[in-house]
Nanobody, 115 residues
Framework: VQLVESGGGLVQAGGSLRLSCAAS????????MGWYRQAPGKQRELVARISRTGGITNYADSVKGRFTISRDNAKNTMYLQMNSLKPEDTAVYYC?????????WGQGTQVTVSS
């Protein structure tokens, strides 16, 4: 499976962005999926995860109530709606399975939130 993240950009604090994770090569519908982020000088962290069918979602405390993860298995794509963005959300965002990162990592998409 090849993963391509997109939708990042520069936004002011309080703004919104919608990230997409498009998969090709094979279906991702058989796996739970997750969004990770890696800020400069920090380890990559899992911020949101979604079950295979999309019925169960979980979030890191730092993004709970502001981010919404979703998926469209028919399109082999996953999304992350990010609202009320904060400067501390600045990072490169990646998608992968939430356990074991089973797929090759994509290049990620940069999110920069200015204060």
């Amino acid at each position: 499976v090849q993963l391509v993240e997109s939708g990042g950009g520069l936004v002011q604090a309080g703004g919104s962005l919608r990230l997409s994770c498009a998969a090709s090569g094979s279906t991702i519908s058989i796996n739970a999926m997750g969004w990770y982020r890696q800020a400069p000088g920090k380890q990559r962290e899992l911020v949101a995860r979604i079950s295979r069918t999309g019925g169960i979602t979980n979030y890191a405390d730092s993004v709970k109530g502001r981010f919404t993860i979703s998926r469209d298995n028919a399109k082999n794509t996953m999304y992350l709606q990010m609202n009320s963005l904060k400067p501390e959300d600045t990072a490169v965002y990646y998608c992968n399975t939430p356990v074991g990162a089973l797929y090759n990592w994509g290049q990620g998409t940069q999110v920069t939130v200015s204060s």
